[in-house]
């Protein structure tokens, strides 16, 4: 298994440090603080009610953010669900994630400009479109773009994912499979998902590279990402463009708000877990090599609070969507019988009035 | 005597019985075991029937729904979940190649009583994908049985009928009333036959066909206008096999029908229903049926979602289009 720091921060025997700046390091330590913290709140929005069903990432965050930044300017993502950090890093503002999980489709609206897929919900099913979109690169002849698609444990066991890595394989696209292999899927552990020793050698199935690395350090996450999304553009003689990698972590918190991981895992494998925590571990690395300093940590949380604040606001200032929109963008014209449809429930609520529809 | 049980209760029940009943009956699926389902449905039988009974999967639609039609073939009786019926799609295979014409295919060699069991529906508040409502596709398979339930009492006789009939079933569970309210549900096993609707409210005015969660605010919009329109209200229960005579029989008592389904109104189980009232009961048709139903759209998130659902002001909105023709 890959790793670069150990739980203490320090750069274990062996290990080549990224070739990060300062500033990169301290950015992915923000970033990192940011995601918890942004997760923190989202969680309690929900249990104030003031958002839906919310998938956390807390424990995540090292896989997320050093996975992300590893990508390049023209490089995509495809997300699961629960990428909040990696899509904040290519390019989603954390107010869109929170709409979604908010009930409203807008939120799941990509800017133009960043190459992230739309979230899928459906396990596994983001694989093959991941191995589409960078075979429709390759047929282009890009060349210069790989595609980092994440999902969970659980997923590997879905026929998606064993179809999109043998698409991948057999056409040589360059794809990047990241594999968030946080312990459980809901209550059924890793040991139920395969009876494989490692979900990263599945990739040697499809004929080519699967890497292990130590999810929860970010740096390790980064060095394998970078050098996979390397390949996926300029693979050396002989070798394929995709790769797995199975980055090894904990979901300190639940499935999702909806899920109680109390009947189904102790407490102290939780704890466990949470020795290993990325965010302290990469700070006593960056305080140890005096590229942070205890001012700079407590204006960065500052900062944190603030933007997850103003996030928020954000999003709640946003008005809900007009029911209108239901009816569009399912297809590129309104078909008849849909637009006669609309004509009804428009003389519905005009008839009843809002209120009346809304049950509360 | 029994017990003031919700739906899901009513199912877990249900499941409980009918493995006390029959040592060949097992439960199989996503967080079915030791979590007892993510909506609780299968809560306890693990403890009490043990791993080999109450079977945690893989996280795997078309792998649960395969293996469970060997295990069918070969003898057991398994009633595999599906958590969400928005994902029964990566065993749709299975479902419509599979599960529904093994007896055909093999000239009745191997057949297939299994029971696949899946929430459906919305109005829950939940994410993409958590709300739909298909039973069209599968209303639509020949050699499938489609059944869902409205109250706790039908849950769990319908479900052990379904668990005993030879065939397989597709068995919906409305996850919006799974705990909306309790009903007396009788202790140990009973059957409430398949194929057989409920006539919820006699009237003479003009029949609604209805089911699952969308029984209970047609109901209430036939109560609002009690005063001056006498609506009968139907509960399909089944949807495959229809009970055409009770459907039939309402409609020629009243002549005038509207149908209420949460589904998308293109090519459901409405369009259906309506095209078997025309084929058999044109003469006492007085009024166009009225299809009171979700928009072709997919189901909405949760900001949303209240208007794509009809509710009772709608639902009383479509009868009267008919009954004032
Ligand atoms: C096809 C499908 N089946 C079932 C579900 C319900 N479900 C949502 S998340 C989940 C577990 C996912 O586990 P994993 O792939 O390990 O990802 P994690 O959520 O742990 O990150 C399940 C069963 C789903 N979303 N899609």
């Known amino acids: ?360 | 005597m029994g017990e003031n049980l919700t739906l899901v209760q009513a199912v877990r029940d249900g499941l409980r019985d009918e493995m006390a009943e029959d040592d060949d009956v097992l439960v199989m699926g996503e967080d079915v075991g030791k979590n007892g389902g993510v909506f609780r449905a299968t809560e306890g039988l693990y403890d009490e029937f043990g791993e080999e009974r109450v079977i945690d999967t893989p996280l795997a639609e078309s792998g649960i729904i395969g293996s469970a039609i060997g295990m069918a073939a070969y003898g057991l009786k398994p009633v595999p979940e599906i958590q969400f019926s928005g994902f029964m799609y990566p065993g749709f295979d299975q479902i419509v190649s599979h599960m529904a014409r093994l007896r055909t295919r093999s000239r009745g060699r191997f057949t297939c009583p299994m029971v696949l069991r899946a929430p459906f529906g919305g109005g829950i508040r939940a994410p993409e994908h958590h709300s739909e409502s298909k039973e069209a596709f599968y209303v639509h398979e020949a050699g499938l049985k489609v059944a869902i339930p409205s109250t706790p009492h039908d849950a769990k006789g319908m479900l052990i009928a379904a668990i005993r009939d030879p065939d397989p079933v597709i068995f919906l569970e409305p996850k919006k009333i799974y705990r909306a309210f309790r009903e007396e549900v009788p202790d140990g096993p009973y059957e409430v036959e398949l194929g057989e609707a409920a006539v919820r409210r006699e009237g003479s005015d003009v029949s609604v066909f209805t089911w699952g969660a969308m029984t209970r605010p047609t109901l209430e919009a036939a109560e609002n206008m009690a005063d001056d329109v006498d609506v009968e209200v139907v509960d399909l229960r089944t949807l495959s096999p229809l009970d055409e005579e009770t459907v039939v029989a309402s409609f020629e008592k009243t002549g005038r029908a509207a149908i209420v389904h949460e589904a998308p109104k293109t090519a459901g189980v409405g369009a259906e229903l309506t095209a078997t009232l025309q084929e058999e009961a044109l003469l006492h048709q007085e009024a166009p049926i009225k299809r009171v139903t979700g928009f072709d759209v997919p189901f909405p998130l949760a900001a949303l979602e209240d208007y794509h659902l009809p509710e009772p002001e709608r639902i009383e909105s479509g009868i009267r289009e008919t009954v004032e023709f």
């Open chain 1, 1 to 360: 298994m890959v790793r670069v720091l150990n739980e203490d921060g320090e750069v274990v025997d062996g290990a080549e440090v990224p070739d990060l700046d300062g500033d990169e390091l301290v950015e992915m330590y923000r970033t990192m603080k940011l995601a918890r913290r942004f997760d923190e709140r989202a969680v309690s929005l929900q249990r104030q009610g003031r958002i839906g069903t919310y998938p956390p990432l807390s424990g995540q965050e090292g896989a997320q953010v050093g996975s992300a930044m590893a990508l390049g300017d023209d490089d995509w993502m495809v997300p699961s669900y629960r990428e909040h950090a990696a899509s904040l890093v290519q390019g989603l503002p954390l107010k869109q994630t929170l709409r979604l999980w908010m009930g409203d489709e807008n939120g799941a609206r990509v800017p133009e400009d960043v190459n992230l897929f739309t979230v899928a919900v459906p396990i596994a099913s983001q694989i093959p479109h991941a191995t589409g979109l960078a075979w429709a690169s390759k047929l282009k002849d890009e060349q210069d773009k790989a595609f980092l698609c994440y999902f969970g444990d659980g997923a590997t066991s879905e026929g998606d994912f064993h179809e999109g890595l043998n698409f991948a394989g057999v056409f040589d696209t360059p794809n990047v499979f990241f594999c968030n292999n946080n312990q459980w899927a809901i209550s059924v552990p890793r040991e139920r998902q395969t009876a494989s020793k490692t979900l990263a050698q599945k990739a040697e199935a499809y004929g080519f590279e699967g890497v292990q690395v130590d999810g929860m350090d970010p740096l390790a996450v980064y060095a394998v990402t970078k050098a996979a999304v390397e390949k996926a553009k300029e693979p050396a003689e002989g070798e394929l463009r995709p790769t797995m990698i199975e980055a090894v972590q904990y979901r300190f918190g639940a499935h999702t708000t909806a899920d109680d991981p109390s009947v189904y895992r102790e407490e102290e494998e939780v704890e466990e877990w949470k020795a290993k925590d990325p965010i302290p571990r990469l700070e006593k690395y960056l305080q140890r090599t005096d590229r942070l300093d205890d001012e700079t940590i407590t204006d960065i949380e500052a900062d944190v609070e603030d933007r997850v604040a103003d996030a928020i606001a954000a999003a709640e200032e946003t008005p809900r969507p007009d029911p209108v929109e239901m009816f569009q963008n399912v297809y590129a014209e309104m078909p008849g019988r849909l637009e006669k449809q609309l004509e009804w429930f428009q003389s519905i609520r005009a008839e009843h009035g809002d209120e009346a529809l809304l049950e509360d």
